[in-house]
């Protein structure tokens, strides 16, 4: 093989598109990855404001992994910017981008990253990776020299990582990619688990999908909090009592049959999925962090270290309220049922009416009064073994 020394060409298009980039990065053909079998593969697949950040510390937490919080931010980011294609030849482009990100990341070639980052890295070295504080990887040796152990030791490391840790240097983050077992990505940008069954058959990776999900009602009031632009007609809806006539239901509408769609192939269980799909309930996680922690490692054939441990101990519990809103530190239990005492009655039922299919599914139960909303002992998740 030409890029992946030890490997077969299996697509050989796949191949020739990424030996044509490779010329454009001097050095960067030398670069000879570890073969399928050294490493594993796990992606933390999820949508907006469904616990993926919590989730992912699952994975930053541990010594042996690798792990990356939204790589693909960069690819959608470029393309943004290309509106001459028609729509569905422009959302084709764009998932064969995310695929080979992922597939270049998964890897080990971080480089491949150049490609998307806004300014272009110079001497393969970035300040622009996006959240790279969020892995912990990125902000400790080698990769990060800058930070002193007493700084390393201040939590999270989302406080410090980009102050004390030099421009992220792509080429030393592959290699510490590399020196690593497991390479985990969490992505709230593929739309469907189906789209990724090219990598999940391509025989240089071996991949595992974790599927989070949440009931869609908690999503919407937790973007709803943190999008304030975007769901700006929610909230006055839920402020008035009263949908505005130019209410915009497609977005959630999508978000629902995307998770629904999703949750029905990976029950469902083909072939190529087999033995390589987790669902998982926010909530469960929430409420269990442990239990849920030990079945997630128990599906990737990993041992639970007791950094994960740590970590889980140290965040689950926390009484401090935190104004990051994508922060991971909070007691996952209180703030679980908050969106029962946030949202509107009308905007409760307008949800369980989009999304009443996707509820069955994942044993999220409706409500039928505003009294039923707000009683917080009445359980609306039922238990499931997924
Ligand atoms: C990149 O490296 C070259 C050679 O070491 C150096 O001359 C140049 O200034 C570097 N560019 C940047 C932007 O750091
Ligand atoms: C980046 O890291 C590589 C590998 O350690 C090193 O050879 C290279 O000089 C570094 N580049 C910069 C700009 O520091
Ligand atoms: C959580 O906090 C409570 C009260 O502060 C304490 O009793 C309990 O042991 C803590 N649990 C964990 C898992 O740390
Ligand atoms: C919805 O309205 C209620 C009552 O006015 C308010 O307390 C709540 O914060 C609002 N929820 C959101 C998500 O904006
Ligand atoms: C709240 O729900 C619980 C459990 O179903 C029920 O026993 C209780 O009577 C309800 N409280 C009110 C005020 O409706």
């Known amino acids: 093989g030409f890029f992946f020394v030890n490997q077969v060409c299996l697509t050989c298009l796949l191949s020739i598109d990424i030996a044509i980039k490779t010329t454009e990065y001097d050095g960067l053909h030398l670069y000879s990855g570890p073969t399928a079998t050294s490493q594993k593969h796990i992606l933390l697949f999820s ?177 709803m909090a943190t999008f304030t632009n975007q769901y700006r007609a929610w909230k006055i809806w839920n402020a008035t009592n009263k949908q505005p006539h130019y209410m915009d239901l497609s977005v959630i509408d999508r978000m629902c049959k995307d998770m629904e769609y999703s949750v029905l192939t990976g029950l469902q269980s083909p072939g190529w999925l087999s033995g390589r799909y987790l669902l998982v309930r926010y909530e469960d996680l929430a409420l269990n962090p442990e239990v849920k922690a030990r079945e997630i490692y128990r599906f990737l054939g990993l041992d639970l270290d007791t950094k994960v441990l740590t970590w889980i101990a140290q965040n689950t519990n926390s009484t401090k309220k935190s104004n990051n809103k994508f922060s991971t530190s909070r007691d996952s239990k209180a703030t679980l049922q908050s969106w029962r005492l946030r949202l509107g009655f009308d905007i409760v039922k307008t949800m369980q009416n989009l999304c009443g299919t996707s509820f069955a599914l994942m044993g999220y139960r409706n409500v039928e009064s505003v009294t039923e909303l707000r009683n917080l002992t009445l359980r609306l998740v039922e238990p499931r073994i997924f």
């Open 47 to 223: 949508q907006t404001r469904s616990g993926s950040s919590f989730t992912g510390q699952l994975f930053n937490q541990h010594p042996k992994i690798f792990y990356m919080f939204e790589p693909l931010y960069h690819v959608q980011q470029i393309f943004i910017d290309v509106s001459t294609l028609h729509q569905e030849a422009w959302g084709r482009a764009l998932l064969g981008a995310y695929r080979d990100l992922l597939l270049n990341l998964y890897t080990c070639n971080l480089n491949f990253m150049e490609d998307y980052i806004q300014p272009k890295p110079q001497n393969h070295t970035t300040t622009s990776f996006f959240r790279r504080s969020s892995s912990h990887a990125l902000c400790s040796p080698p990769v990060c020299l800058g930070a002193s152990k007493k700084n390393r030791e201040r939590k999270p490391e989302e406080v410090w990582c980009n102050q004390k840790c030099q421009p992220l240097n792509l080429t030393l983050a592959s290699l510490a990619c590399q020196s690593r077992s497991h390479v985990a990505i969490k992505t709230v940008r593929i739309p469907l688990i189906k789209d990724l069954r090219t990598l999940i058959e391509d025989p240089r990776l071996d991949l595992k999908i974790v599927h989070l999900v949440r009931d869609p009602r908690a999503i919407l009031a937790s973007r």
